[in-house]
């Protein structure tokens, strides 16, 4: 199946290429619009005005959150090829020859950028934002083989936005978390902090070439974006429209969460997604212990675990404590020294 | 007439804090692993991304108490005491600087979410201020410029 999505850059109100936004009319039928009602279309009309969505815009939805019923997974890689051929136009395209980076023993290029490597589908790559794993193995006495689509979690106070030193990974009110390749140096601090070390890294291209390209940044990095586009055209991300088993449902996350709670009940299965990393917006549904399928799946650069994920701002944000507790501190400071100053003046006027 | 105690602990609180969050403030873009900071003694956690957030706030909560305390203090005594042509310099880009830097750490918290183009903007605010505040402060040093002179 082609799926074809012409893009525009629209500006944002600082100057950068903010969207890359499809033109009417030239994406693939709609199917399953139902899901999507007011808080997309919301977003997706200021989205498409080029302006930064406004928290205001969320109102009206909230985030949007994927449920994937694994088992249903056939690990026949039609969400794979569909994700590559709708996000074909986002894809990083470097110029000449890679910049010798220093120091050389710390800076690793990574170019997926050659023909055979922009292939690869069996891991996350930047030309590669979801891959199917799959865990075998035994539970309650039976044998499994069960098949995950993995790709960006969508985090809910999503690590590499926030700990983003430039401000190029952001989070849309809709919940999907982006990351800007006009603005992104590579630095590659949102793998580091994400709990499943998702962006993948393209050397060689990006804002850093314009710097100091030997010395700062390495690249852009690059992760699922929801189809953030197709969204705002009323449509479905492209894995979820293809699906011929329909593993993935998308709807506000009160209502995801919620339905994975009855589906696990059903089965008796288990959830995943729900409170890792403090929340996300993609869930899975399983009907073996994610433990067990974490034992089973390959892991690696690229291949993400299904491990339990502790909330990573949480401890951060424990410490921004002490910037509440500061104003008081330094209130209640000078009230002393003006009290210790009346005594003195006390002492001096007897 | 320059007003100055250098034997004030005060000071050296000030400078000790200011020194922690420019260094983890630089340690919050990917500088000190790619060149080695990371492996000097003592100074591995400058390495660690969320380490360095964490110490970045102690300072930079350090400096807001003292902040506030010397402004109230500051305008109890503006009669005796005033703010040097360098001072208000300093004063004002570490206001930029910290006010910046709350917002900032407001933006971390769950549910708080800031539009692409004011996320950019905040963050190139609190760089661009500190980093000035830095060169300012490093100029006073060598001109041995104090913060205040007593008033006339």
Not at chain 1, 37 to 59: N, Q
Not at chain 1, 112 to 131: A, C, F, G, M, Q
Request: aromatic residues 10%; positive net charge.
């Amino acid at each position: 199946m082609v799926i074809n999505c012409r893009v525009n850059n629209a500006m944002d109100p600082f100057g950068f290429h903010f969207n890359f936004l499809p033109e009417k009319g030239n994406a693939m039928s709609i199917s399953r619009r139902s899901f999507l009602k007011a808080g997309v279309i919301t977003a997706g009309a200021v989205a498409s005005a080029g302006l930064p969505v406004k928290a205001s815009a969320a109102d009206k939805g909230e985030a949007l959150c994927t449920l994937l019923d694994i088992r249903k997974c056939i690990a026949c890689e039609a969400c794979v090829e569909a994700c590559r051929e709708v996000n074909e136009e986002k894809f990083p395209e470097p110029k000449g020859a890679m910049p010798e980076m220093v120091p050389r023993d710390r800076v690793k290029i990574a170019d997926w950028s050659s023909e055979e490597k922009r292939e690869v589908s069996d891991r996350l790559t930047p030309y590669n934002w979801l891959y199917i794993q799959t865990a075998e193995g035994q539970y309650n006495g039976e044998d499994f083989e069960i098949h995950i689509p993995r790709r960006c979690m969508h985090c809910q106070n999503a690590p590499c936005s926030k700990l983003c030193p430039f401000g190029a990974a952001f989070i849309e009110p809709n919940g999907i978390v982006r990351i800007h390749p006009d603005v992104c140096m590579g630095g590659a601090k949102c793998k580091n902090v994400c709990p499943w070390h998702i962006p993948e890294r393209q050397s060689g291209v990006g804002l850093h070439l314009d710097l100091l390209p030997q010395y700062a940044g390495n690249g852009v990095m690059y992760k699922c974006d929801r189809c953030y586009n197709r969204l705002a055209e009323g449509e479905l991300p492209a894995c979820i429209e293809v699906c011929p088993e329909e593993v993935q449902q998308i709807g506000s996350r009160t209502e995801m969460v919620k339905k994975a709670h009855a589906l696990a009940k059903e089965i008796g299965g288990f959830v995943y997604g729900e409170k890792e990393n403090g929340g996300t917006n993609t869930i899975y549904v399983s009907p073996v212990p994610f433990e067990l399928l974490n034992q089973s799946i390959e892991k690696g650069p690229g291949k993400p675990h299904l491990a339990a994920a502790a909330d990573v701002m949480a401890s951060t944000n424990n410490w921004a404590a002490a910037l509440a507790v500061a104003p008081v501190a330094g209130i209640a400071g000078a009230l002393l020294q003006a009290r210790s100053m009346a005594r003195k003046l006390d002492g001096k006027g007897r | 007439m320059r007003y100055h105690d250098e034997r004030s602990p005060s000071r050296w609180i000030y400078r000790a804090a200011v020194v922690l969050a420019l260094f983890t403030g630089f340690g919050n873009m990917p500088l000190y692993g790619r060149y080695y900071i990371g492996d000097l003694p003592l100074l591995a956690w400058s390495g660690d991304f969320l380490a360095n957030v964490k110490v970045h706030y102690v300072a930079g909560a350090i400096l807001v108490a003292m902040g506030v305390y010397y402004l109230i203090t500051y305008f109890r005594g503006y009669a005796r005491r005033q703010l040097t042509a360098m001072g208000r310099l300093r004063a004002l880009l570490l206001a930029l600087t910290l006010l910046s830097g709350l917002v900032m750490a407001l933006k971390n918290l769950p549910g708080v979410f800031f539009p692409m183009g004011l996320l950019m903007s905040m963050n190139f605010l609190h760089m661009g201020a500190a980093v000035f505040f830095m060169l300012a402060s490093l100029g006073a040093l060598v001109l041995r410029a104090g913060w205040l002179r007593w008033a006339r």
